[in-house]
């Protein structure tokens, strides 16, 4: 039976007890309250009667009836109808005196095939098509004809069934239409219902239509199948289908379909099937000649047993986690460990491994029996990488077990988890035993040394820790040292750090100066003295004062094995011996540094000497000179250079700015080639020119700077000078003006703004009238003539 997407059915079968009619019944019709039922027979009788009371009525017809149906409401005294089918369509209504009335509802399209009454509304179905009757108004609303005409009626039964009191599903056929009652607005109303029908789904089926229910917003559809054989290729009777269909605007969407088994559905036709439905139970009936069988609406826990069912553990994992709640056959442990043992049988070991994080959770004795249950079957590596770390942790005998699994087998393995597993997740000491135990036998063994040195570490023996990892020259060397602070431990192993790495190490070293002095640092490094270049130059360029004991060795170490570095230092350091230096570096012939020191020690001629004689570069001896600023230096350039016309050439070009150039020229031998000469006095001439333009410009800007500045000066002096009575003399250090407005007064001002009394100020013994300001003339600020003399 297949699995649905949404509903699921469960079927069981039951035989039917024989009844006591000698003659078939038809059919069977219950009130909503399920306390009066109808029933009709084959030989005309028709009878309606309570269950639970003595009210009865009998009425036998001369034809057989083949449909009954009581009125849903039919256990309240007003509600008292039932209607009959045959060739008419009767209703029984009882009326005065407990009398049943008879009155024909509908006639004359051939008899009746079902009849269904919901509510107020009656709907059935005859030859011609299906009708619906609104008992309020007495008025047939409807008539949906029959599609397929080609097909009997009597064969292929039209299948009722209301939704609610407004929805009619009909299907006839392999044809469904979904039909809503609705009011018609009292503008349309003229001679016509006050309602109307409006299909709002209509779609064709593969098969024929035996029984509708509906199901929620979906179908239920039993459907009669046929199929042709592939023995004798002979259409013939196949079993039943009863299918969950969702309705669509013109077609449908199939979320279900099951084959139902039933006895004799060989021989059974379209019509000997039926299907009938409870409401309130869920409850769907499907009836054969022979079988009733019994379909609800599966639970979760049904679904859950399908899926175990067809070994789809994971989709039933999901389904338990997402129903957890509702679910009461099944705990979700239980469908885990049986998904964790069906992936296991599978051979899907790494799969089975990780579903045992999200399914043992931290539930300790299930994970080491899950462990054991690997171990036996050989797959402890399988699980080794989801093992818990935290929150739960194992014994520490499980981790010991898969750590001993991987060091027999695969040392990489082995190595990757001891760092990644916390160090107290086993006992360290055994797992170090068993690792010096393997390293017997093969001691060169990188992975396992490069292990040991992280076990060593997790145990704090950081000493023989850092041993291996110089010994394997480790990136992670450094690292240790700092994060363990392991400075004491490699005072004597600072050569083979310098080995391993010399400027991880220096950087280092230089960066811990408390924990390992300088001193110590060139003592251990003595007999290498490439190393001690190295440090003591990373130090130099960091302080150029910290190493400055070591400054007259470093002449020599520089000399040694960094030549391009050695001119920098001599010009940097300040505690560099000059002359041992000078020593050094005339022993290697290294010109430009003697050159440098000669000039330092102010042995400027014999620089400029070695640079011509040695280098034998004008443009460095002329730029050498230009530094030293000296005329004295120019004369020997000169000299040196006149019986040589290249240096000639290069003096003419580049003196000009320096030196008198007629000085060079007058110099120059009658008849000496010179190279580029022309060019050369062309380029004097042009610098002269330059020089000419530039003082001319300058004294221009000169000009208009001084005559702008004795403007703004001589505007500065003609503004007026505010005299109050705040100010005062500066001699006599009285009020500059008198108390008394009316007495005279005589005052003196200064362009300074220091101001006088007349007969305060000394007696000038100049012959120039012009008077000056005694405080700024005593101070040196230049003097500051009189500017106001204001008198009363």
């Known amino acids: 039976m297949a699995e649905a ?3 699921e059915t469960r079927s069981n079968e039951e035989s039917t007890d024989e009844s006591e009619s000698p003659v078939k019944i038809n059919q069977i019709s219950l009130d909503e309250s399920g306390e009066h039922m109808g029933v009709c027979s084959e030989d005309g009788k028709v009878q309606v009667f309570g269950l639970y009371s003595a009210e009865e009525f009998h009425e036998t017809f001369d034809c057989p009836i083949k449909i009954v149906a009581v009125h849903p409401h039919f256990v309240r005294s007003h509600f008292k109808q039932f209607v009959t089918g045959g060739k008419k ?80 599903i009909i299907g006839w056929g392999n044809s469904v239409k979904i039909c809503s009652v609705k009011e018609r607005h009292a503008s349309e109303m003229r001679d016509l219902p006050n309602r109307y029908v409006e299909i709002v789904f209509q779609f064709d089926t593969e098969f024929y239509i035996s029984g509708l229910a509906p199901l929620c917003d979906q179908l239920v559809i039993l459907s009669y199948v046929k199929e042709i054989s592939e023995k004798t290729e002979v259409e013939c009777c196949a079993r039943p289908r009863l299918d969950i269909v969702q309705p669509l605007p013109e077609s449908c969407e199939e979320i279900s379909s099951d084959a139902l088994t039933v006895r004799g559905f060989q021989e059974n036709e379209c019509r000997d099937y039926h299907l009938e439905y409870s409401e309130g139970e869920s409850l769907f009936y499907i009836i054969s000649p022979r079988d009733v069988v019994v379909a ?16 789809k553990y994971e989709e039933a994992l999901m389904a338990a986690e997402i129903s957890q709640k509702t679910i009461k056959k099944h ?22 491994a990780r579903k045992c994080q999200k399914i043992l959770g931290k539930n300790t004795e299930l994970w080491e029996f899950e462990v054991y249950k690997f171990k036996e079957i050989g797959q402890l590596k399988a699980i080794s990488r989801y093992l818990p770390r935290r929150d739960p942790v194992l014994k520490p005998l499980i981790y010991e077990m898969v750590l001993h699994e991987f060091l027999e087998s695969d040392y990489e393995g082995f190595a990757t988890l001891i760092k990644e597993w916390p160090g107290d997740l086993y006992n360290n000491t055994i797992i170090v035993q068993a690792v010096v135990d393997h390293l017997k036998k093969d ?39 700092h994060r363990h602070n392991l400075f004491s431990s490699i005072k004597d192993k600072i050569v083979l750090l310098m080995d391993f790495d010399s400027e991880k190490a220096v950087d280092m070293l230089l960066d811990n100066e408390d924990k390992i002095s300088i001193d110590r640092v060139v003592e251990e490094l003595e007999n290498r003295p490439e190393l001690q270049h190295v440090y003591l130059h990373k130090l130099f360029k960091r302080d150029h004062h910290k190493g400055q004991r070591y400054h007259e060795k470093q002449i020599s170490l520089y000399a040694e094995y960094d030549r391009p570095n050695l001119l920098p230092f001599l010009r940097d350091s300040t505690h560099c011996p000059l002359e041992k230096a000078l020593e050094i570096c005339q022993q290697r012939n290294f010109v430009e540094e003697t050159v440098y020191l000669l000039s330092r020690m102010g042995n400027s001629r014999s620089a400029l000497k070695m640079i011509m004689e040695e280098l034998q570069d004008v443009d460095k001896a002329i730029e050498f000179a230009k530094e030293q600023d000296d005329g004295e230096l120019w004369e020997d350039l000169i000299l040196y250079s006149i019986d040589k016309p290249p240096f000639i050439t290069g003096l003419l070009n580049n003196i000009g700015t320096h030196v008198d150039p007629i000085l060079l020229i007058h110099r120059i031998k009658e008849g000496m080639e010179i190279p580029n000469l022309r060019d050369s006095l062309v380029k004097i001439l042009q610098d002269y020119n330059l020089q000419i333009l530039l003082r001319e410009g300058c004294k221009k800007i000169l000009v208009a700077d001084s005559l702008s500045l004795l403007k703004k000066m001589h505007r500065t002096q003609m503004k007026g000078v505010l005299v109050d009575e705040e100010n005062i003399c500066e001699s006599c250090l009285s009020p500059i003006l008198p108390s008394d407005a009316s007495k005279s007064f005589n005052v003196v001002v200064f362009h300074c703004r220091h101001m006088f009394h007349k007969e305060c100020l000394p007696v000038s013994n100049t012959v120039s009238s012009v008077q000056f300001c005694n405080i700024c003339s005593a101070k040196h600020r230049g003097p500051g003539s009189a500017i106001l003399e204001m008198k009363k």
Not at 332 to 349: F, Q, S, T, W
């Open 89 to 168: 369509l009767l209703l029984y209504e009882r009326g005065w005196m407990n009398r049943w009335k008879p009155s024909v509802l509908h006639e004359g399209e051939g008899n009746i095939r079902n009849v269904k009454w919901r509510g107020h509304l009656i709907a059935w179905a005859n030859n011609m098509g299906v009708k619906i009757l609104d008992m309020i108004s007495k008025q047939r609303i409807t008539n949906v004809p029959r599609d397929d005409i080609s097909l009997r009626p009597d064969m292929y039964p039209c299948s009722l069934c209301w939704k609610d009191n407004l929805t009619l």
């Open 296 to 311: 609800k609406e599966r639970d979760q826990d049904d679904h859950i047993d399908w899926l175990l069912e067809k070994k």
């Open 443 to 481: 001691p060169q063994n990188r992975t396992l040394l490069r292990t040991l040195a992280e076990l060593y570490t997790y145990d704090q023996r950081y000493g023989r820790a850092l041993e291996i990892y110089l010994t394997l020259r480790h990136k992670d060397v450094f690292q240790l040292i």
């Open 331 to 352: 705990k979700i442990l239980d469908i885990g460990l049986a998904y964790i043992n069906h992936l296991v049988e599978k051979g899907e070991h790494d799969l089975a």
């Open 5 to 7: 997407a949404e509903k």
